[in-house]
């Protein structure tokens, strides 16, 4: 399993304009192929940065998905939002066992 993991921050202005956007997609992006979650953090000292975590079955079907006209249209929408540039990692999740 793949996790991705954004950090999206925003211009004071445009957070509820993002929430939106959010609300409208969260769905649609989760019942995509190969995504098993998609939840929305907000930070709670600096409330214009949030971080999106999302599961996916592997690598393939986020390229998928970021090549998608979802994406796409979602993306358009969501980068004029920003005050920052946004920061992205793919990490694998470990079980460790005792």
């Known amino acids: ?34 995504c098993s979650l998609l939840e929305l953090y907000q930070d709670i000292d600096n409330p214009t940065i949030f971080f999106t975590y999302s599961h996916w079955e592997n690598t393939k079907y986020l390229e998928d998905y970021r090549k998608s006209d979802l994406f796409r249209e ?6 004029i939002l920003f005050d920052a540039r946004p920061e992205a990692w793919s990490i694998s999740k470990k079980n460790m066992v005792n």
């Open 1 to 34: 399993m793949l996790v991705r993991i954004v950090k999206l921050t925003f211009k004071k202005e445009n957070i509820a304009s993002f929430e939106r956007i959010f609300a409208e997609t969260q769905q649609k992006i989760q019942s995509f192929k190969g």
């Open 74 to 79: 979602t993306w358009s929408k969501t980068k």
